[in-house]
T-cell receptor, first 111, second 118 residues
Framework: AQTVTQSQPEMSVQEAETVTLSCTYDTSESDYYLFWYKQPPSRQMILVIRQEAYKQQNATENRFSVNFQKAAKSFSLKISDSQLGDAAMYFCAYRANDMRFGAGTRLTVKP | NAGVTQTPKFQVLKTGQSMTLQCAQDMNHEYMSWYRQDPGMGLRLIHYSVGAGITDQGEVPNGYNVSRSTTEDFPLRLLSAAPSQTSVYFC?????????????????FGSGTRLTVV
C-alpha cells in the first residue's frame, strides 16, 4: 500500500522568507501524481500544486515550487516570499488510483 | 457551478443513531470518495467509487456504508454511530482515476461535515 510521510508536524517562517515542507512517499508504481493541498482554518481543501511523476521538470505555481526526486521518492514544497495568508495546514498527497494523504504540516507565518 | 456539495455542515449524534452524509457533484466526475480527517492523521480514505454502481473500500471502511446509484450522488451512511466516528468528513470527486493523459487527477473537495458522536 502506498504511504505518504510528512515528518514535520509544525513549521514556522518569517514573513517574506522562504520555507520548505518535506514529504516522502512509498510506492511500487511508476506512474502517479503528487499534490500539495492547503487547508486554512476555513477547512476548505485548496490545491496548491501538482506534479506528474513522468515529468522530470519540477512544477512551479507563482511563489510555490516543488523539488521532486523520483528515485528518492521525495516531494518537498518550497514557499518563497511567505505571506501571512500562507498560514495553514499543508498536506502532501499521492495518487495512482485512489489518493492518499500525509498527516500534514501546520505552517505558521510570523509578521 | 456548485462543484461538490456536502450536507450537513455540522451534526451531533447520539451513540447508536444512524445518519447519512450527503455528497453531490455537478461536474460529471466519474470518481468520488469519502475521507475522514482526524488530528495528526491527515485524511484517511473510507470508501470510493469509480462510477455509478461501483464502490470499493478504502483504508478505514468499518462502520460506514456507501452506494452510488447516480453519477452525481455518493452518500455515506453511518448505521450505528460510535464516538470513534467523531471526525470531519470530506467528500471529493475527480475525473477518471485510471490512465495517464485523462486529466491531472486533482480532487475537488466539498466543504466538509463536522460530526460529533456523544
Amino acid at each position: 500500500a502506498q504511504t505518504v510521510t510528512q515528518s514535520q508536524p509544525e513549521m514556522s517562517v518569517q514573513e517574506a522568507e522562504t520555507v520548505t515542507l518535506s514529504c516522502t512517499y512509498d510506492t511500487s508504481e511508476s506512474d502517479y501524481y503528487l499534490f500539495w493541498y492547503k487547508q486554512p482554518p476555513s477547512r476548505q481543501m485548496i490545491l496548491v500544486i501538482r506534479q506528474e511523476a513522468y515529468k522530470q521538470q519540477n512544477a512551479t505555481e507563482n511563489r510555490f515550487s516543488v523539488n521532486f526526486q523520483k528515485a528518492a521518492k521525495s516531494f518537498s514544497l518550497k514557499i518563497s516570499d511567505s505571506q501571512l495568508g500562507d498560514a495553514a495546514m499543508y498536506f502532501c498527497a499521492y495518487r495512482a488510483n485512489d489518493m492518499r494523504f500525509g498527516a500534514g504540516t501546520r505552517l505558521t507565518v510570523k509578521p | 457551478n456548485a462543484g461538490v456539495t456536502q450536507t450537513p455542515k455540522f451534526q451531533v449524534l447520539k451513540t447508536g443513531q444512524s445518519m447519512t452524509l450527503q455528497c453531490a457533484q455537478d461536474m460529471n466526475h466519474e470518481y468520488m470518495s469519502w475521507y475522514r480527517q482526524d488530528p495528526g492523521m491527515g485524511l484517511r480514505l473510507i470508501h470510493y467509487s469509480v462510477g455509478a454502481g461501483i464502490t470499493d473500500q478504502g483504508e478505514v471502511p468499518n462502520g460506514y456504508n456507501v452506494s452510488r446509484s447516480t453519477t452525481e450522488d455518493f452518500p455515506l451512511r453511518l448505521l450505528s454511530a460510535a464516538p470513534s466516528q467523531t471526525s470531519v468528513y470530506f467528500c471529493a470527486s475527480s475525473y477518471s482515476s485510471g490512465g495517464l493523459g485523462t486529466g491531472p487527477y486533482g480532487y475537488t473537495f466539498g466543504s466538509g461535515t463536522r460530526l460529533t458522536v456523544v
